[in-house]
């Protein structure tokens, strides 16, 4: 089974609407990560959830709002977006939430804001 | 000056060859330190962790230089499967984050 699943992989959406993307790992882990990835640019970190709870939120946008139901499952909700909020958007999962641990990458969803 | 700083290439290299790059970061108290590869349109995956002793894998040889602050990467004998984005991943002191480069492009030619 794939460690860390994501759904969907392509996502075309218009300014207007709203969508959510979704994380899944099986890997028996406690911290889940999305990211941003621009093109040319470093990732850059979005949310941290460990053991469910929000442990960084970096001064995202409110049109962007992650929920974490359980430590399995993580969800990107999105809104009112801007075409440059256009990127691949990945989710990882590590054993917890400090940097010694290995982080295990989704295949992301490469989104695209009309 | 950017926290993580790599040198974007793309580095061009002939089959068999011996390359090498390097990542500077910026807080002298980072403490852990990564290289990720990323295939073209695929999720980073970890390549190796970087210790103060460096590390060896095979092929690849990572090293720290805390006192000019960078880690570097060198591959000996390259792979055409070696072809890849290399990310370096460094945590900031201040908290548990990890700040990514941008990655450097390397293309191993035939």
């Known amino acids: 089974e794939t460690g860390v699943t994501q759904t969907p992989r392509h996502l075309v959406m218009g300014m207007t609407n709203k969508k959510s993307l979704k994380c899944e790992q099986h890997?028996?882990?406690?911290?889940m990560y999305w990211y941003k990835q621009s093109a040319k640019k470093p990732l850059e970190l979005m949310f941290v959830?460990?053991?469910?709870?929000?442990?960084e939120n970096n001064s995202v946008p409110s049109r962007f709002s992650p929920e974490c139901p359980n430590s399995s499952h993580l969800f990107l909700h999105l809104h009112t977006l801007q075409p440059e909020d256009s990127a691949l958007y990945l989710c990882?999962?590590?054993?917890?939430?400090?940097?010694?641990?290995?982080?295990?990458f989704g295949p992301g969803t490469r989104l695209t804001v009309t | 000056r950017k926290e993580v700083e790599q040198d974007p290439g793309p580095f061009n290299v002939p089959e068999g060859a011996t390359v090498a790059f390097n990542c500077t970061y910026s807080?002298?108290?980072?403490?852990?330190f990564f290289w990720y590869r990323q295939d073209c349109r695929k999720e980073p995956k970890l390549l190796m962790s970087?210790?103060?002793?460096?590390n060896e894998d095979g092929r690849f040889t990572a090293q720290l230089n805390r006192a000019s602050q960078y880690i570097s990467l060198l591959i000996r004998d390259s792979k055409l499967s070696d072809s890849a984005t290399y990310l370096c991943?460094?945590?900031?002191?201040?908290?548990?984050?990890?700040?990514w480069g941008a990655g450097t492009k390397l293309i191993i030619k035939p």
């Open positions: 990882a999962s590590s054993q917890e939430d400090r940097p010694t641990y290995e982080q295990y």
């Open positions: 890997l028996g882990h406690n911290a």
């Open positions: 959830y460990n053991f469910k709870e929000q442990t």
């Open positions: 807080n002298s108290a980072s403490q852990s």
């Open positions: 970087v210790y103060s002793s460096g």
């Open positions: 991943v460094v945590n900031m002191d201040s908290n548990y984050q990890l700040i």
